[in-house]
Structure formats: C-alpha cells, structure tokens
C-alpha cells in the first residue's frame, strides 16, 4: 500500500483524533470510531501510524547543537511535593543577559516537540526554561499516550502553579535579564492566558490554540498578548468572541490570528495536523512579539 498522504485524510479523521487527544473519548473509543474511516485500502492500524507523533524524524534543533548550552535544572514545586525538572537552553555565543522565555507543553509532558521548541527559542537569543509538570509522578514517559494518562491525575491549577514558579526561578537566574514572557500550546496556551492573568510583571504571553481564562480574571491582566488560533479548531475557537470582548473592555493590548485552514496542533512538526506555512508565520510573529 502507498504511503498514506495528508490529502488522503478526512477531516472527520483530525477531529476524532482532536477529541481522543484531549480525553474526550477513550483509546478503545478512538480506534472503534477510526475503523469507519479505514477504506480503500486504508487500515486502522495505518491511519494510527500515520497520525501519531513521529518525534524520531521531526526534530529541527539536535539536542547537541553546538551554538546551544542546553541542560535540565531543577526548582522546587509549590503544589506537586519535590522538583520540577525543566530544560534550560541558552546560545551559547550571546554575552551578558539574555531576555527569558518560558516554555509550555501541551497535556502530556515534557517530551521532545517540546523540547525542539524550547531548544529553537534560545537560538533565536532567549534563555529559555521548558518544564516539566510530570516531575511530581516521574516525569514524561517517554510517550505520549502514558503521557496523557499521567497529566491527567494532576490538578490543572497545581500544574499552573508550578509554571508559575518557573517564571521566578527564570527572573532570579544569572544570565535572566527579569524581562520574561511565555509561549505555550493547547494545554500551554491555557497556562500561557493564566500567568498573564496572574503574574502582573509579566512581559508577554503568546498561547497557541490556548482556552481562555474567566471572564473576572481578564482584567488581572498587564501583559500583551500574541493570541494564535486554528480556524478548524472549533472547541477552543468557541470561548474566543467572548475572550476578545473582555479583552477590549478591560483595554488589554494584544494582537490575534486566527490562520485559515488548518487544525489544532498545527505548530507540532511531528503530526499530521503539522501545517508548515501556518507554523512558520505563527513562530516568526512569536519570535517578533517578545
């Protein structure tokens, strides 16, 4: 059988996937709702392959790269008992301080998209600190379907604690020049819109694909926000008209995408919904944004 393209999928395909990934259905849902889509020669089994995570071959930055100080640290988390472990990376040829940039994963851990991303922001001339809110039950382990599974046994709010604890660890760090914003997907984006509602000296937030925080708390925020979202991205777009509304009535600064076409998770290299254009143009106006 010929290799299964992106054109060859239904649209109907993404969303269940959509759906599986954020614990709407289960695993045995997911895979008896795909079966209706295996025809034409197309079978589950291959219509899994083809739309899980390939990190092996999606990487961009090595994790050696030799223009990048990149290490994992530890600090302590305020809700999950223990440490949270976190990627820092630095390049290693920019002198004195650098600006910080915290990195947010989506609802599965610290794993390797993730870390390319964070790896990608400090080449841009950022320290960056990608954490981990698995630390507390053994961290991301090392798929992201236990990865799921183990997220969900923690607290959101206590996760959003313990990113908010990596914002002050970054501002104390030596090489931090206190100017510190955040960028973060799905999950991410949602503790990206909740530490500009609760970290006032906070410089920038740019969630991708992110829910939105109460309607009471958006005039906690101080920070602009670089809003990026996903056209076919229905469950998250829904909370945005309303989002917008107290945006502009509490006179927060922020600019807003919303780019044609394309699904939610299409920054994420390593799947399908990966759209390359979109990416692109969504990570330079991060980039330019902090």
């Not at 395909?13 to 197309?42: C, M, P, T, W």
């Not at 630095?90 to 301080?97: I, S």
């Not at 829910?211 to 829904?238: G, H, M, W, Y």
């Amino acid at each position: 059988m010929k290799p299964l393209k992106k054109e060859d999928i239904s649209q109907e395909v993404f969303d269940l996937y959509d759906d599986y990934a954020h614990n709407k259905i289960n695993r045995r849902q997911f895979v008896e709702k795909l079966s209706l889509y295996a025809i034409g020669g197309i079978t589950v089994s291959s219509l899994l392959s083809f739309i899980s995570p390939n990190y092996k071959d999606a990487l961009i930055i090595e994790p050696n790269h030799p223009n990048l100080d990149s290490k994992y640290i530890y600090y302590n988390s305020p809700k999950g008992g223990g440490k949270i472990k976190g990627l820092l990376s630095q390049h290693k040829k920019h002198a004195g301080k650098l600006p910080g940039v915290i990195v947010v994963h989506e609802n599965r851990g610290l794993n390797p998209y993730i870390e390319d991303v964070a790896r990608r922001t400090a080449l841009e001339g950022f320290i960056s600190l990608a954490p981990d809110a698995l630390s507390p039950l053994g961290g991301y382990p090392g798929n992201d379907d236990d990865g799921r599974a183990l997220q969900s046994q923690r607290n959101s709010h206590d996760m959003l604690e313990d990113f908010i604890a990596a914002y002050y660890y970054l501002q104390s760090h030596e090489q931090c020049d206190g100017h510190i914003g955040v960028v973060g997907f799905c999950f991410g984006g949602w503790i990206s819109n909740m530490m500009a509602v609760n970290i006032p000296s906070l410089n920038a937030a740019v969630p991708f694909y992110g829910t939105q925080p109460n309607q009471e708390d958006v005039s906690k925020i101080k920070a602009p926000l670089l809003l990026q979202f996903a056209e076919l991205n229905k469950r998250v777009n829904a909370g945005w008209p309303n989002y917008e509304t107290a945006l502009k009535a509490n006179n927060i600064e922020y600019k807003a995408y919303i780019y044609p076409n394309v699904n939610h998770g299409f920054h994420n290299n390593t799947t399908p919904r990966y759209d390359e254009a979109a990416a692109n143009v969504a990570w330079q106006r991060t980039i330019d944004f902090f």
